[in-house]
């Protein structure tokens, strides 16, 4: 699967953006869906993820309660809502393709979109 994620910006510290990823193919359904970031000399880490049918989501402790994974296997897209942003979720934002539900970390996932720029500014 070919992922393209977009809607990366600049934001004022509490304020909320939307990144959407596009998955070409016509199994989308059948992969788990995943969202990570990755800040300058810093891993990537996990951020959210979301299970084949859209039942389970799945948070990294520092986004829980501000951040909503969701996706529409229709349009073979997932999303990310993000809201009361702060300066530390400043990040290139990846979403990432996998088959395992349960593995929260860039092993479990074995297709990425290219990124978007993500800055909050305090």
């Known amino acids: 699967v070919q992922l393209q994620a977009f809607g990366g910006g600049l934001v004022q510290a509490g304020g909320s953006l939307r990144l959407s990823c596009a998955a070409s193919?016509?199994?989308?359904?059948?992969?788990?869906m995943g969202w990570f970031r990755q800040a300058p000399g810093k891993e990537r880490e996990f951020v959210a993820a979301?299970?084949?049918?859209?039942?389970?989501?799945y948070y990294t402790d520092s986004v829980k309660g501000r951040f909503t994974i969701s996706r529409d296997n229709g349009k073979n897209t997932a999303n990310l809502q993000m809201n009361s942003l702060k300066s530390e979720d400043t990040a290139v934002y990846y979403c990432?393709?996998?088959?395992?539900?349960?593995?929260?970390?860039?092993?479990?996932?074995?297709?990425w979109g290219q990124g978007t720029q993500v800055t909050v500014s305090s």
């Open positions: 990432a393709a996998g088959h395992k539900w349960g593995v929260y970390n860039v092993r479990g996932f074995d297709s």
């Open positions: 193919g016509r199994t989308f359904s059948s992969y788990v």
């Open positions: 979301i299970n084949r049918s859209s039942g389970s989501t």
